[in-house]
C-alpha cells in the first residue's frame, strides 16, 4: 500500500469515529500517523523532483517576499502587473500563470518582491497540478497574499488553507512554545509550566514515541493542542501571516463589502478599478513586520530620502548589523528621535538593546 492509500486509509477512520472522551486518545495517534506519512509523502517528492521546478527556482531579492496564492483567474496576474508594474500573462480563462512571475513592489521606500504563483487546484499538496512546487515556493515567503474571488464565497479560502496547512505552512499563527531535548537515557519526562487541556502527558508520549523519541526532555509553556506537538516533533513547519485578498468587490453590494473587510487580516480591492490597492501595500508593509527609520550624521539633517528598513522587533544591534557588519564592534551609543525616545520630541541616547519605532531618527556614536 502506497503512501498517499495510507493517507486516505488514516482520514476516513478520521471521519467514521466518534468524537468523545473514550475516542481522543486514539484520534490523536491518528492524527499523529497523519502527519508523518504527509511528512514523508512531501519528503518523498523533494528527493525525486529536487528543486521545486522549473520556473520555480526564483530568487529572492530586496527586502522580504511576498507570495500571490489563489485559485486560477482571480485576478493575480492582473494585480501583480498594477502594483509592480511587471506584465504577466493573464487571461479570462483559467491556468494562464504556468510558472512564477516575480515582480518588485516599493512599498514605504522598501523593495519588496512579489511572486504571482499559478493557480492552486484541489488536492495541491498531494501533488495534483503543479500544487507541489506552488507550496514549496510559498515556504519561502515572509507574506502570503491570499487571492480570493469576493463573488464565490468562503470555501475556496477553506480550501486554500486546508491545502496550505497540509503542506506545512500555517497561516497567522506563532510557533508553540514547547521544547523537545533528546538524551540518551533516562525516558521521557514532561514539564509543564501551564494546565494541559487541549492534550494529555498520555499522547505527547505516544506521539514521541511512533517517532522513535524514547528519551527527551519536553518543556511546554502553553496550552498545546496535539497538532502543536507533531509540529514541533516535525520541526519543518513555517508560520507565516497572511492577507486574505478579495478581489472584484464592483461586483457586490456596499453592505457586503463593508461585512467582509471587518474580518481579520482581510483587505477588499479591485483590480479593475483600481480600488483599495494603496490600502494593500500599507497592510502588506504592516502585516511582514517592517520598520522604516532614518540615519543622521552628527551636525546634519537626517537623510530622508535614504530611509533604512528594518524588522519591527530589531534591536539597535541589528539595525548597526544592517548598516555594515563592522559597526557593531565600535558601537558606543546612539542617539534617537522619535516615538521610541523616552523623552520625545527630544531625543534619548541608548544602547544595544534599543529598539525603534516607525519613523525613528538615529545618530551613532562610534569609538575613536
Known amino acids: 500500500m502506497g503512501i498517499l492509500e495510507k493517507i486516505q486509509d488514516i482520514e476516513l477512520e478520521i471521519s467514521r469515529t466518534q468524537k468523545n472522551k473514550a475516542t481522543n486518545y486514539h484520534l490523536r495517534q491518528l492524527k499523529g500517523k497523519l502527519a508523518r506519512y504527509r511528512a514523508e509523502l512531501l519528503e518523498g517528492s523533494t528527493a525525486k523532483g529536487g528543486k521545486a521546478g522549473e520556473g520555480f527556482d526564483v530568487s529572492k531579492s530586496g527586502y522580504g517576499r511576498a507570495v500571490l496564492i489563489g485559485f486560477p483567474s ?20 483559467a491556468f494562464t500563470t504556468l510558472v512564477a512571475v516575480p515582480g518588485v513592489m516599493d512599498i514605504e521606500g522598501a523593495q519588496i518582491q512579489l511572486l504571482d504563483l499559478p493557480g492552486i487546484i484541489e488536492g495541491a499538496a498531494s501533488g495534483r497540478g503543479r500544487g507541489r512546487q506552488v507550496v514549496a515556493v510559498a515556504k519561502t515567503a515572509d507574506l502570503v497574499v491570499m487571492m480570493l474571488d469576493v463573488t464565490k464565497g468562503d470555501e475556496q479560502r477553506q480550501q486554500l488553507e486546508h491545502e496550505l496547512e497540509e503542506i506545512g505552512i500555517r497561516l497567522n499563527r ?7 531535548k533528546p538524551k540518551t537515557a533516562g525516558g521521557i519526562t514532561i514539564n509543564s509550566t501551564v494546565p494541559l487541556t487541549r492534550t494529555d502527558e498520555r499522547t505527547i508520549r505516544g506521539i514521541l514515541q511512533s517517532y522513535k523519541m524514547h528519551n527527551a526532555d519536553v518543556m511546554i509553556r502553553e496550552d498545546v493542542t496535539t497538532d502543536d506537538v507533531i509540529d514541533a516533533i516535525l520541526g519543518n513547519r513555517k508560520y507565516v501571516p497572511c492577507l486574505y485578498v478579495y478581489n472584484k468587490i464592483d461586483s457586490i453590494s ?44 552628527r551636525g546634519e539633517a537626517p537623510d530622508l530620502g535614504d530611509p533604512l528598513v528594518i524588522k519591527t522587533d530589531a534591536t539597535m544591534e541589528a539595525i548597526c548589523d544592517s548598516i ?38 538615529i545618530s551613532i556614536v562610534t569609538k575613536v
Request: a positive charge; proline letters at 4%.
Open 174 to 180: 506563532t510557533a508553540p512554545d514547547l521544547v523537545f
Open 254 to 297: 456596499l453592505e457586503e463589502v463593508d461585512r467582509i473587510a471587518r474580518q481579520p487580516y482581510t483587505v477588499v480591492i479591485s483590480c479593475e478599478l483600481d480600488l483599495n490597492l494603496d490600502v494593500l501595500k500599507k497592510r502588506m508593509w504592516q502585516a511582514m513586520g517592517f520598520n522604516r527609520i532614518y540615519t543622521k550624521k
Open 324 to 361: 555594515h557588519k563592522n559597526i557593531r564592534h565600535k558601537f558606543k551609543y546612539a542617539i534617537v528621535w522619535g516615538k521610541s525616545s523616552k523623552f520625545a520630541p527630544q531625543p534619548q541616547k541608548v544602547g544595544m538593546t534599543h529598539r525603534c519605532a516607525q519613523d525613528d531618527v
Open 74 to 93: 482571480v485576478g493575480k496576474s492582473t494585480l501583480l502587473s498594477k502594483v509592480t508594474k511587471t506584465e504577466s500573462a493573464a487571461a479570462a480563462y
